[in-house]
C-alpha cells in the first residue's frame, strides 16, 4: 500500500528508461549520514561490493560485507546505514517490467519474502559477474525495443539465480493444501489489511474456515491466523509512522481505526509503544500542524538471517 500524505522526497537510484536502472550505492543518498528510513514504490537489490555496515529492511537489522545481497521489496521500510567506505551495486526495477513467464518461481511480487543472502563460491562469482554485465549495458544501451529487451532479460537471469539460493523453508512441515491457502491469505491481506482485521473476512474470501486458515498459518510462520493479521497491520503502521508526516489519527483512520484511542491501544499492545513514542524513539520531531521530520536514532530488531 502507498500512502497518502506528503512523504520526505529524497533523491534515490530510480528505474532507467527500460525500467531497470542500476547505479553504486555511493552514487545516492541512500547512505548519506544521518540518512533516515524512507520507502521506494519499486524494487531494489544491493550486492555490498565494499566495507561493513547495516541495513534495515522493515526495522529488521542486515549485517552487510562484500558478497552479502538484498532484496527490499516495493513499499518496505528501508535505511542504508551510513558507516564509512560501506559501498554496493544496486539494482532497481518497476515491479511490471517483467511478465510471470519470464521469471517463473521467482517471489517477485510486493509481499514479504527473503530479503539477505550471503554469496559464496559460485553463486557468488555468477551473481557478480551477471550484476557487473547489467551494469554495463544499462549504461552502454539508452534506447531501442531491442535494448530494452536485453537489460528485462539480464534482470531476469539475475532473479532467477536468486531464486536458485532460496530453499522453501517457510513452507517446510506444511502441506501442499496449506501453503496455497497461506498464499492466497497473504494476496488477500496486503490488499485488505487496511479495511478489514476480522479472520472471517479473509477466510470466506478464500472459501475456507477460520480454522483451516488459522492451520495454515501455523503450518507456514507458527502464527495463528489472527497474529498474522495483526502483525501485517500493525508493520504498516510503523512504516507509515516512520517514513510519512502523516499524523497519528490520519494513520489510524488509513488502516480502518475510527477513533484514534482504538489505533493507539493496537499500537501498543503490538509494538510495547504508543505511536507517538515510537516516533520520539526513531527521532521524530512533529510539529504543530501535525508534521513530522526525522531525526538520528532508529530503534531495529535483529534480522534472522544476521
Same mark, same amino acid.
Given at each position: 500500500?502507498?500512502?497518502?500524505?506528503?512523504?520526505?522526497?529524497?533523491?534515490?537510484?530510480?528505474?532507467?528508461?527500460?525500467?531497470?536502472?542500476?547505479?553504486?550505492?555511493?552514487?545516492?543518498?541512500?547512505?548519506?549520514?544521518?540518512?533516515?528510513?524512507?520507502?521506494?514504490?519499486?524494487?531494489?537489490?544491493?550486492?555490498?561490493?565494499?566495507?561493513?555496515?547495516?541495513?534495515?529492511? #522493515?526495522? %529488521?537489522? /542486515?549485517?552487510?560485507? =562484500?558478497?552479502?545481497?538484498?532484496?527490499? !521489496?516495493?513499499?518496505? @521500510? *528501508?535505511?542504508?546505514?551510513?558507516?564509512?567506505?560501506?559501498?554496493?551495486?544496486?539494482?532497481?526495477?518497476?515491479?511490471?517490467?517483467?511478465?510471470?513467464?519470464?521469471?517463473?518461481?521467482?517471489?517477485?511480487?510486493?509481499?514479504?519474502?527473503?530479503?539477505?543472502?550471503?554469496?559464496?563460491?559460485?553463486?557468488?562469482?555468477?551473481?557478480?559477474?551477471?550484476?557487473?554485465?547489467?551494469?554495463? #549495458?544499462? %549504461?552502454? /544501451?539508452?534506447?531501442? =525495443?531491442?535494448?530494452?529487451?536485453?537489460? !528485462?532479460?539480464?534482470? @531476469? *537471469?539475475?532473479?532467477?539465480?536468486?531464486?536458485?539460493?532460496?530453499?522453501?523453508?517457510?513452507?517446510?512441515?506444511?502441506?501442499?493444501?496449506?501453503?496455497?491457502?497461506?498464499?492466497?491469505?497473504?494476496?488477500?491481506?496486503?490488499?485488505?489489511?487496511?479495511?478489514?482485521?476480522?479472520?472471517?473476512?479473509?477466510?470466506?474470501?478464500?472459501?475456507?474456515?477460520?480454522?483451516?486458515?488459522?492451520?495454515?498459518?501455523?503450518?507456514?510462520?507458527?502464527?495463528?491466523?489472527?497474529?498474522?493479521?495483526?502483525?501485517?497491520?500493525?508493520?504498516?503502521?510503523?512504516?507509515?509512522?516512520?517514513?510519512?508526516?502523516?499524523?497519528?489519527?490520519?494513520?489510524?483512520?488509513?488502516?480502518?481505526?475510527?477513533?484514534?484511542?482504538?489505533?493507539?491501544?493496537?499500537?501498543?499492545?503490538?509494538?510495547?509503544?504508543?505511536?507517538?513514542?515510537?516516533?520520539?524513539?526513531?527521532?521524530?520531531?512533529?510539529?504543530?500542524?501535525?508534521?513530522?521530520?526525522?531525526?538520528?536514532?532508529?530503534?531495529?530488531?535483529?534480522?534472522?538471517?544476521?
Amino acid at each position: 500500500m502507498v500512502a497518502s500524505g506528503r512523504t520526505r522526497a529524497r533523491s534515490a537510484p530510480a528505474p532507467l528508461w527500460a525500467g531497470v536502472g542500476t547505479s553504486t550505492l555511493s552514487e545516492t543518498d541512500l547512505a548519506a549520514g544521518d540518512p533516515a528510513p524512507r520507502r521506494l514504490p519499486y524494487h531494489l537489490l544491493a550486492l555490498t561490493t565494499a566495507g561493513h555496515g547495516t541495513v534495515e529492511i #522493515d526495522f %529488521a537489522a /542486515h549485517a552487510c560485507r =562484500p558478497g552479502t545481497l538484498l532484496w527490499v !521489496r516495493p513499499g518496505q @521500510a *528501508v535505511r542504508f546505514g551510513a558507516e564509512p567506505g560501506l559501498d554496493a551495486t544496486l539494482i532497481t526495477w518497476n515491479r511490471d517490467v517483467l511478465s510471470a513467464a519470464e521469471i517463473t518461481g521467482v517471489p517477485v511480487d510486493d509481499l514479504p519474502g527473503p530479503a539477505r543472502w550471503q554469496l559464496a563460491g559460485e553463486d557468488e562469482d555468477a551473481v557478480i559477474t551477471e550484476v557487473a554485465q547489467l551494469g554495463v #549495458d544499462c %549504461a552502454r /544501451h539508452t534506447s531501442g =525495443p531491442v535494448a530494452a529487451g536485453l537489460l !528485462r532479460h539480464q534482470l @531476469a *537471469v539475475v532473479l532467477l539465480r536468486i531464486a536458485l539460493l532460496t530453499g522453501d523453508g517457510d513452507a517446510a512441515g506444511a502441506s501442499t493444501s496449506e501453503a496455497r491457502t497461506f498464499a492466497r491469505f497473504r494476496r488477500d491481506l496486503e490488499a485488505g489489511h487496511p479495511r478489514s482485521r476480522r479472520v472471517e473476512d479473509y477466510a470466506a474470501r478464500i472459501g475456507c474456515s477460520v480454522r483451516t486458515l488459522t492451520r495454515a498459518s501455523l503450518a507456514i510462520t507458527g502464527r495463528t491466523a489472527k497474529q498474522v493479521v495483526d502483525d501485517r497491520v500493525a508493520l504498516e503502521a510503523r512504516r507509515l509512522l516512520a517514513c510519512t508526516d502523516l499524523s497519528v489519527a490520519e494513520i489510524g483512520r488509513q488502516l480502518g481505526f475510527g477513533e484514534p484511542t482504538n489505533f493507539g491501544r493496537f499500537f501498543h499492545r503490538e509494538v510495547g509503544l504508543s505511536p507517538g513514542a515510537f516516533r520520539a524513539e526513531l527521532g521524530v520531531r512533529t510539529g504543530a500542524e501535525g508534521g513530522a521530520e526525522l531525526g538520528r536514532r532508529v530503534p531495529v530488531q535483529r534480522g534472522a538471517a544476521d
